[in-house]
């Protein structure tokens, strides 16, 4: 037999059919799932015990205060503390121990995000949303830091999976789990709120069955309530969830608040360069007043500023959109603050730029799925979910303040209709919008998305 002529051999697949092909093939889900875990499970075993600081140093305390069982003052959201509070207790209160503990709801997160997008668009998309974000640098360094951005970011995604499928088939049970997710969304960040107002209402109106909006409002206020008479028991007074809720208001909306830089006081104190005497004054004067009155004089002042200088809060509330869809920088930005040589200097600054990488690719195919979306019921109604309760998370941030890691837990959120995008497009359909209307607003917004990122970059550049 003769053998084939060159020309007559079949043609090798292109990137886009081997990509699938390696997207779609079963061992695939373990190895990133694989993958996960052992990256998360490094950044702790590197960080160990680590001193905390800051953020992360309050929430240890608190965890630490809970297991004691004395009298203090709330001043933290204790969605948190009291999760740490029970790995401390089984497994001692060890900083690694607390790491360890977030690193457990990061792997949680990423099995949560597969099983959820292969239901709506399968495989290929299901494994593709969790290869988006199993290498960004602030994904990893956050899953072992004791902060609220990974419990956030599991509890929002778990209310989309739940709202998703109580859409599709209103039960009780779905009922039930939806409200213990938006229980402890708030207890986690009280700045859900919105999401505990909307989410029911929103399911009881599309399922016309008011008993959905009902049941989890029971169950968010069984939660809520348990945790303020505990509270109370603390304190010897009612506190709403914790102490300064509207403190943040106050950091973003105060005569000598940036007007880019609107989270700086969140982080800046007396003594530390910068901070004015003027904001200090103000500052110390409401904490001066006993716990109980200060979340209304810091509301009253922030709210008597706002409406002085109606024009600057504009001006700010445009700076926390930017600066809220800005990318990640915290793995990048604390390997350069601790930085003693040129190389590490430089890793600092590439985890800094994989971060915007990853956060780019993934911003820039959810807003391509929001303009295309197709008309698949299950892949369109898990991605409008995903893509409300992103945007029901985010408005409290643009009247408070915000900065680049508030936006940390929507990104899982965002990972399913850039997935779902990314799966079409290496199937070969087409993901041209449908009108020129759309066309040309995907374009204005990838420009926006863009132009966030320079001016983001310009800001960091400017502090060097």
Not at 84 to 101: D, T
Not at 207 to 228: E, F, I, Q, S, Y
Request: aromatic share 10%.
């Amino acid at each position: 037999m003769n053998a084939p002529a060159r020309g007559d051999r079949p043609a090798r697949p292109g990137l886009r059919a081997r990509a699938h092909a390696l997207l779609a093939a079963p061992r695939t889900a373990p190895v990133l799932l694989g993958a996960w875990i052992v990256s998360r499970l490094l950044a702790v075993v590197a960080l160990g015990g680590a001193p905390l600081a800051d953020d992360a140093l309050d929430y240890h305390r608190m965890a630490l205060a809970l297991l004691s069982g004395g009298r203090f003052e709330p001043d933290w959201p204790p969605g948190l503390p009291l999760y740490l509070a029970l790995w401390y207790r089984l497994f001692g209160a060890h900083v690694w121990v607390g790491r360890l503990a977030l690193a457990v709801l990061s792997v949680l997160s990423a099995g949560l995000l597969l099983v959820w997008v292969r239901r709506a668009a399968g495989v290929v998309a299901g494994n593709l949303a969790v290869l988006l974000l199993l290498c960004a640098p602030s994904q990893i360094v956050l899953a072992a830091t004791p902060l609220t951005q990974v419990p956030a970011a599991l509890l929002l995604l778990a209310l989309a999976v739940a709202t998703t499928g109580a859409l599709a088939r209103p039960t009780i049970g779905r009922a039930l789990i939806v409200g213990a997710l938006l229980g402890g969304a708030v207890l986690v960040r009280p700045s859900n709120l919105l999401l505990v107002v909307v989410v029911p209402i929103a399911i009881a109106y599309r399922t016309r069955r008011l008993w959905m909006a009902l049941v989890p409002a029971v169950v968010l206020v069984l939660l809520v309530a348990g945790w303020t008479a505990e509270a109370r028991h603390l304190t010897g007074r009612f506190v709403f969830i914790n102490n300064a809720n509207a403190q943040n208001l106050f950091y973003g909306n105060n005569p000598d608040t940036p007007l880019y830089r609107t989270w700086w006081f969140g982080s800046h104190k007396r003594g530390e360069p910068g901070v004015p005497e003027t904001y200090l004054r103000r500052y110390e004067q409401v904490t001066a007043l006993p716990p109980g009155e200060r979340d209304h004089a810091f509301t009253q002042a922030a709210l008597e500023h706002i409406k002085e200088r109606p024009d600057l809060f504009i001006v700010r509330s445009l700076s926390r959109v930017r600066t809220f869809f800005a990318f990640d920088t915290f793995a990048g930005a604390q390997v350069i603050k601790e930085a003693d040589t040129r190389t590490v200097t430089a890793f600092g600054l590439v985890a800094l730029a994989e971060d915007g990488l990853c956060y780019l690719l993934v911003a820039a195919l959810a807003l391509l799925w929001l303009a295309s979306a197709p008309p698949d019921e299950p892949e369109r109604r898990a991605g409008l979910v995903a893509i409300g309760v992103t945007v029901l998370y985010a408005l409290p941030y643009f009247a408070s303040f915000s900065h680049p890691t508030y936006h940390f837990p929507i990104v899982p959120l965002l990972a399913a209709p850039a997935a779902f995008a990314g799966a079409r497009g290496l199937r070969g359909v087409s993901l041209r919008p449908a009108t020129p209307a759309r066309r040309r607003l995907l374009w204005a917004a990838w420009a926006a998305l863009l132009a966030i990122q320079l001016e983001w970059i310009a800001h960091m550049y400017s502090r060097v």
